[in-house]
């Protein structure tokens, strides 16, 4: 790690550093503070992902605390990230999860780290799982994240996802739509995410190009880490977060190349039986002085799957092809990383993509669809900056298309340039405050055979400041606001001027040990959100004399969660009110609206222990339109959210690191649902499906890792309850796969 490295040759660090020792096996760390009250004290961590033994030496650096630990018990480990203010026994419990480690903190505050559990006689904290405050969010740890939920890369690795919808596998209020890549739509507590600010690598994202098909279209194996912020979210979060955000981050040479290492890459091939779709990647990825660079380039390639009632689903094959690359430079503490990133998927889909097929139309069973993403984003931020000046500039483009050549030749596009300046100003190590401005020029484009290239914009500038403070020992504090300005231009070239304020406030209380209450509230504005770009009508939308509105939503949050002895338990009620939220016509016009309400609560519970865990997540959410549940069907909601009703979801592992071997499992359902019978339709079926995994690392060939996961073993036929169309009766929707085994193989050099 570049930076890790030069601050190694800072003389002020090197001076920190008394002893750096190695004897009897036992490497010992120590820094010049004289330990109190370790195990209460809170810290502030910076540790990037890195070598156990770097990050062990980090540690001691920011705590002054003594670490000793074995040679043989670290050596070839990597340590996870930990950022943000907690104990050093959370941090410890962070640092080392996974890896079958056992640590102590003493008496005289010196910790242990060994692989071997302590005698009776020993002060062994029990291993606790912290969700990872991953490294690219560096205001974990604020009241205003106590709600947020972590896909960190150790999660993602385990969860081995192939499409989005196994990112959010294992959390339960967030669901995703869909039973294709290209037409996955993700709703976080009931709430669409074009309702959401959605960023990747920190950049705008913008998609609301034809309903049949998805929104972000993302590969997940460029990602390192996801952070979603439900219900209430920060005002630095953007513009547009009227009910919470996502923030998707892609991976860095630093998150691949251990410290030592000035080059390296790695191998993957999949097959899966199901679909015969076989998908290959290969990375590279170095450093040379102060320069990194990283390349990455995946294709897949298969059938159309089988679903759970025997039969091919026509329009669901594999034709896919991603790249991510990044150039990087970093001395004296800057950092300017360059990405540019690419999907895109080229395949034969139901004519209407996100179902299998209406009933009561006759048309084509398939046809092209061309779906494809591309971003490119410039970052610049000082590492480790402490003080009044702790900056960070974003710059971004990002082009979203779907081209349907047959029958009419249909192109749509949606074009976002985008830009954020922002800076912490830290006032002490518990408070600081974020200030900056962001901008935003949205196009939404279409044409086809018979239409030349019509477009909605929308451009908006924003100023923001979020505090982020700790006023008491065992209270947390954030609260926000912003202003925003927007010029929303029409079809026909019609200009509305709208403005409006947002503000939050989030809070976090530890009650007692252990337990935190946290509550939320925000009210935002979100301007005029662009149009579908394939129902624009030009000469009949009229924005004049039908008055376009902008949105505004309020959302509610309270809740409280808890750990003792390896058990975790979380509960939380929600609510979010938007009004306005634009749903135009082909032939209604540019103006229709509706007001929504999704409310609901949430239920999580698990255990961790040394070399695994087991967890829980439970949502029950509901949608209400226009203040009336007949209209709580999957086709008003579509924009909006959907009815999800009771949505659960179990995952449990285990790894024999002596072995090199790792276990799992997933359950994941939904319960019955009725509330789609008040507008008249049928009721969502209930459903379980069940997968397994076994990964194994084989000691003589460390670089290799093989994998064997079969997925939907009980070879239910369902369509994922966030998916369009289940509950009318003239829609075919479009099932999940039937049973199917994936065999992975990674090799690392």
């Known amino acids: 790690m570049s930076r890790f490295k030069s601050n190694l040759r800072n003389k002020n660090i090197l001076r920190a550093i008394a002893v750096s020792l190695i004897f009897s096996g036992t490497v010992v760390i120590t820094a010049p503070v004289e330990a109190q009250s370790a195990v209460n004290k809170e810290y502030d961590f910076n540790i990037p992902a890195q ?18 630990a074995h040679g043989d018990a670290i050596r070839g480990l990597r340590g996870h990230p930990v950022q943000g203010r907690m104990t050093a026994q959370q941090a410890l419990a962070q640092l080392t999860n996974g890896l079958g480690l056992y640590f102590e903190i003493k008496p005289d505050g010196s910790v242990v780290v060994s692989n071997v559990a302590s005698d009776a006689n020993a002060l062994t904290l029990s291993p606790i799982m912290i969700q990872d405050a991953v490294n690219f969010d560096r205001h974990a740890g604020g009241a205003d994240r106590v709600d947020s939920k972590y896909i960190s890369g150790t999660v993602l690795a385990r969860r081995n996802p192939t499409t989005v919808k196994k990112v959010f596998a294992g959390e339960a209020a967030v669901s995703v739509g869909g039973a294709i890549a290209s037409s996955q739509k993700v709703f976080v ?14 950049a705008r994202h913008n998609n609301k190009v034809f309903h049949h098909s998805g929104n972000n279209f993302i590969d997940p194996s460029l990602l390192k880490a996801v952070r979603v912020d439900p219900s209430v979210a920060p005002a630095d979060a953007g513009p547009g977060a009227l009910a919470g955000g996502i923030a998707y981050e892609t991976v860095d040479v630093d998150d691949l190349l251990s410290p030592d290492k000035n080059f390296g890459g790695f191998a993957t091939a999949t097959y899966d039986t199901n679909s015969e779709t076989f998908t290959n990647s290969e990375s590279m990825y170095g450093r040379l002085g102060d320069f990194e660079a990283l390349g990455f380039f995946k294709w897949g390639k298969g059938d159309d799957y089988d679903s759970g009632l025997g039969e091919q689903t026509y329009g669901t094959g594999t034709n896919l092809k991603s790249f991510l690359g990044k150039v990087a430079y970093e001395a004296d503490n800057h950092r300017f990383e360059l990405s540019g990133e690419s999907v895109k998927d080229d395949s034969n889909r139901p004519f209407r993509a996100n179902l299998q097929n209406l009933t009561n139309r006759n048309e084509a069973r398939e046809r092209i669809y061309t779906v494809e993403r591309t971003n490119v984003v410039f970052n610049y931020n000082m590492e480790h900056a402490q003080g009044w000046l702790d900056p960070r500039v974003t710059i971004g483009y990002g082009v979203s298309s779907v081209k349907v050549p047959s029958p009419y030749g249909s192109d749509g596009e949606t074009r976002s340039l985008s830009a954020k300046f922002e800076n912490d ?18 196009v939404n484009a279409y044409q086809d055979n018979s239409t030349t290239e019509i477009d909605e914009r929308a451009r908006n500038f924003g100023l923001f400041t979020q505090a982020r403070l700790q006023p008491m020992e065992d209270l947390k504090w954030s609260i926000g606001l912003r202003g925003d300005t927007q010029t929303f231009t029409g079809l026909d070239g019609t200009d509305i001027d709208t403005n409006g304020l947002s503000g939050n406030t989030s809070v976090a209380y530890k009650v007692i040990e252990n337990t935190t209450l946290k509550a939320g509230y925000s009210n935002v504005f979100g301007g005029i959100i662009l149009s579908e770009g394939f129902i624009y009508n030009k000469g009949a939308w009229d924005y004049r004399n039908n008055e376009v509105k902008p949105t505004r939503a309020q959302n509610f949050s309270v809740g409280v969660e808890t750990t003792h002895n390896g058990f975790t338990f979380d509960f939380g009620v929600f609510r979010t009110d938007a009004d306005n939220v634009r749903n135009p016509t082909y032939s209604g016009g540019p103006h229709l609206k509706h007001d929504f309400i999704t409310r609901g609560y949430e239920v999580g519970a698990g255990y961790y222990w040394n070399n695994g865990f087991a967890k829980l997540s439970f949502s029950d ?16 909601t579509q924009y909006l959210g959907a009815p999800l009703g009771k949505v659960f979801a179990l995952e449990a592992e285990h790894t024999f690191h002596d072995l090199g071997f790792t276990v799992g499992g997933t ?18 079926d209930g459903y379980t499906t069940y997968g397994l995994y076994a990964e194994y690392k084989p000691k003589e060939l460390e670089f290799l890792t093989l994998r064997l996961e079969g997925n939907n073993l009980n070879d239910q036929a369902y369509a994922d309850r966030a998916t369009y169309g289940q509950d009318f009766a003239n829609v075919e929707p ?11 193989l990674r090799a690392d050099f």
């Open 734 to 744: 479009m099932l999940e796969a039937g049973r199917s085994f994936l065999f992975s």
């Open 425 to 442: 100003f830290h006032l002490d190590v518990r408070n600081k405050i974020t200030a900056g401005l962001d901008f935003y020029n949205d």
């Open 667 to 684: 359950i994941d359902g939904a319960l019955k649902n009725k509330d789609t019978t008040k507008a008249g339709n049928a009721a969502l």
């Open 51 to 68: 070598t156990l033994s770097d990050a062990l030496n980090r540690f001691a650096l920011q705590t002054g605390l003594q670490v000793s």
């Open 621 to 636: 959410t509901t949608i209400k339109v226009d203040g009336s549940a007949a209209k709580s069907d999957s086709d008003t």
């Open 189 to 202: 507590r009931g709430v669409e995410e074009h309702n959401l600010a959605v960023t990747i690598d920190g």
